[in-house]
């Protein structure tokens, strides 16, 4: 099992559509998960650190399950410039850090 | 597919020395090679990127003498951090992409650098 695993997508979305991906992590031992987005040819920005008990940032929200060792994020009522690359990121005790492959989205108008 | 190294995963050195950093692309060609530095709990921030056999382009603010890049083959790519301080301890982070004209990059696990 790769140790963080992405749907690659792409995700073609229409416009105001909610769309949810996740990424699996094979180390139960990972302590800290990120969102990062990517726009075409741009360095990765770090969108949201995920917590145990979720959290939510305006039409995003981010949710971690260790049991089944994956996080996810959901977005709503999408915009065009929502278009983009993301990536899951996970941190491991040893300050390891592992970049999932991305999963595109694409927003339709 | 798509795997990107990295070697050391973990280095401390004196300061004043210099450190070499390898990036490779072990089952594909990488046209295009990334380096990041990462502050903890912050963003990637981009330092250089590099074509297969052509200088590195620095993003401003980044000492290219400083933070020496080669992209000598297509699977390989090395940051050497010359002349380190302790204000160089990092995380140093790589991706690879396959074609100049494709966005999606490929990471690699990443080096802890510890300059003493």
């Known amino acids: 099992r790769k140790e963080v695993e992405q749907d690659p997508g792409p995700f073609n979305v229409p416009e105001g559509a909610t769309v949810a991906f996740n990424c699996t992590y094979s180390?139960?031992?990972?302590?800290?998960f990120f969102w990062y987005r990517q726009d075409c040819r741009k360095e990765p920005k770090l969108l949201m650190s995920?917590?145990?008990s979720g959290n939510e940032d305006g039409r995003f929200t981010a949710q971690l399950n260790r049991a089944s060792q994956y996080i996810s994020l959901l977005i709503r009522d999408s915009k065009l410039s929502d278009s983009a690359t993301y990536l899951c990121v996970v941190e491991n005790r040893d300050d390891k850090i592992i970049f999932g492959k991305g999963t595109r989205l694409h927003i339709l108008p | 597919g798509a795997v990107v190294s990295q070697h050391p995963s973990r280095v401390i050195c004196k300061s004043g020395t210099s450190v070499k950093i390898e990036c490779r692309s072990l089952d594909f060609q990488a046209t295009t090679m990334f380096w990041y530095r990462q502050f903890p709990k912050q963003s990637l921030m981009l330092m250089a990127t590099?074509?297969?056999?052509?200088?590195?382009?620095?993003e401003q603010g980044v000492e290219k003498d400083k933070f020496l890049i080669n992209h000598a083959s297509l699977t390989l790519s090395t940051l050497t951090v010359t002349s380190a301080h302790p204000e160089d301890s990092s995380f140093y982070i790589c991706?690879?992409?396959?074609?100049?004209?494709?966005?999606?990059?490929?990471f690699g696990p990443g080096t802890r650098l510890t300059v003493l």
């Open positions: 180390n139960s031992a990972s302590q800290s």
């Open positions: 590099s074509n297969e056999g052509s200088k590195a382009t620095y």
């Open positions: 995920v917590y145990s």
């Open positions: 991706s690879a992409s396959k074609q100049v004209t494709t966005d999606t990059q490929y």
